[in-house]
T-cell receptor, first 114, second 113 residues
Framework: ETGVTQSPTHLIKTRGQQVTLRCSSQ?????VSWYQQALGQGPQFIFQ???????GRGNFPPRFSGLQFPNYSSELNVNALELDDSALYLC?????????????FGEGSRLTVL | AQSVTQLGSHVSVSEGALVLLRCNYS??????LFWYVQYPNQGLQLLLK??????LVKGINGFEAEFKKSETSFHLTKPSAHMSDAAEYFC???????????FGSGTQLTVLP
């Protein structure tokens, strides 16, 4: 069974640029969510995708957008990068069935904005 | 709205001593509660979860947590700390239409030899 994989693991961008982060969900999982973890803080929910549609969103501006593909993999896009976007971005997947909805996390993509 | 408060951003214990990490939650609906552990430069790993049923939940690596509705608490304990337990621990509550997790700010556990 393949776990959640994310790429790239590290990247550096400058303010105003755009970035795309990628995530492959765990085998058998059709729901992917993204979290932002700033240094020294807990992860914060950005949004979730199920069946290629966004079905939940946290308190993040529209310049944070995403996609989910037919194979359930996902992308997180951030436009007009700001210094405060520097963080670890975590992808998580789960099978949508059931109330427990346990999330399985990848190791994250660490973004530094200069 | 749901929220989680973790008391103590840093906790130090001696190897072999009791580990107690505190978590209080606020939820307008019966909560689903989770504890995750994060080792340096890694993602989050589930330690244990409470959904319904027995209020004492056992997890991996000897950890357990007790759901106390009257105290709105879900504290994490381990009878005897090991050096390998040094990590950051996050308490989370699951809610919302997307069943997303709301995390606390984390507790960094240091285990002293």
């Amino acid at each position: 069974e393949t776990g959640v994989t994310q790429s790239p693991t590290h990247l550096i961008k400058t303010r105003g640029q755009q970035v795309t982060l990628r995530c492959s969900s765990q085998s058998g999982h059709n729901t992917v969510s993204w979290y932002q973890q700033a240094l020294g803080q807990g992860p914060q929910f950005i949004f979730q995708y199920y069946r290629e549609e966004e079905n939940g969103r946290g308190n993040f501006p529209p310049r944070f957008s995403g996609l989910q593909f037919p194979n359930y993999s996902s992308e997180l896009n951030v436009n007009a990068l700001e210094l405060d976007d520097s963080a670890l971005y975590l992808c998580a997947s789960r099978s949508f069935a059931g109330n427990t909805g346990e999330l399985f996390f990848g190791e994250g993509s660490r973004l530094t904005v200069l | 709205a749901q929220s989680v408060t973790q008391l103590g951003s840093h906790v130090s214990v001696s190897e072999g001593a009791l580990v107690l990490l505190r978590c209080n939650y606020s939820s307008s609906v019966p909560p689903y509660l989770f504890w995750y552990v994060q080792y340096p430069n890694q993602g989050l790993q589930l330690l244990l979860k409470y959904t319904t049923g027995a209020t004492l939940v056992k997890g991996i690596n000897g950890f357990e947590a007790e759901f106390k509705k009257s105290e709105t608490s879900f504290h994490l304990t381990k009878p005897s700390a090991h050096m390998s337990d040094a990590a950051e621990y996050f308490c989370a509550v699951m809610a919302g239409s997307a069943r997303q997790l709301t995390f606390g700010s984390g507790t960094q556990l240091t285990v002293l030899p």
